[in-house]
C-alpha cells in the first residue's frame, strides 16, 4: 500500500498535468490490502484508509489497464497458495464489477498483444503522451 499512498500524495488534481502513468493503481492497492486485513496480516485501520483513497481516485482514472488473470503457479517468489490466488482474482472481479469501473481495459493473450491494446486504446482515447505530460512513478 505504500507504493499507492505515495503516488496519491504526489498526484494533485489540480495541478497542470494532463496525465501520468503508474504501474500500480488503487485497484491493485484496494484488492491486496483487503486481502491482507481479511487473512490478518495487517490492521483493519489500514483497510479503512485505503478505502477511502480508492473511493477518492477511482472515478478520477481515465484508463485502467488490467492484465487478466495467469494461471496459478506455484513458485517461491509470490508465496501465495492457489486459494489465496483464486481470492485475490475474485476480489478484483468484484470491485470492478461492484464500483462499475467502465475504464478498465482487459489485456489478454501474448505480450505484443497485449501492447498492441494498450497502443490502441491510448491512440482512441487520443492520449498524446510527451515528455512533460507524463509522470513515471515507482522507477
Not at 62 to 89: G, M, N, Q, T, W
Not at 90 to 96: A, G, M, Q, T, V
Request: net charge negative; aromatic share 10%; with cysteine.
Amino acid at each position: 500500500m505504500d507504493i499507492h499512498h505515495s503516488n496519491y500524495v504526489k498526484f494533485d488534481t489540480k495541478s497542470n498535468i494532463k496525465s501520468f502513468i503508474t504501474d500500480r493503481c488503487v485497484l491493485d492497492g484496494i484488492v491486496y490490502t483487503e486481502w491482507l486485513a481479511n487473512t490478518d496480516r495487517i490492521h483493519k485501520n489500514i483497510l479503512s484508509y485505503a478505502s477511502k483513497i480508492f473511493m477518492d481516485v477511482k472515478d478520477k482514472i481515465d484508463i485502467l489497464f488490467y492484465c487478466e488473470p495467469v494461471e496459478y503457479k506455484d513458485d517461491a517468489d509470490r508465496k501465495l497458495s492457489e486459494r489465496d490466488h483464486e481470492i485475490i482474482c475474485n476480489l478484483f472481479e468484484s470491485y470492478i464489477g461492484m464500483f462499475d469501473l467502465n475504464q478498465v481495459v482487459r489485456l489478454k493473450g501474448s505480450v505484443e498483444e497485449r501492447l498492441k491494446t494498450i497502443d490502441n486504446k491510448l491512440k482512441f482515447n487520443k492520449v498524446n503522451l510527451t515528455k512533460e505530460d507524463i509522470l513515471l512513478w515507482n522507477n
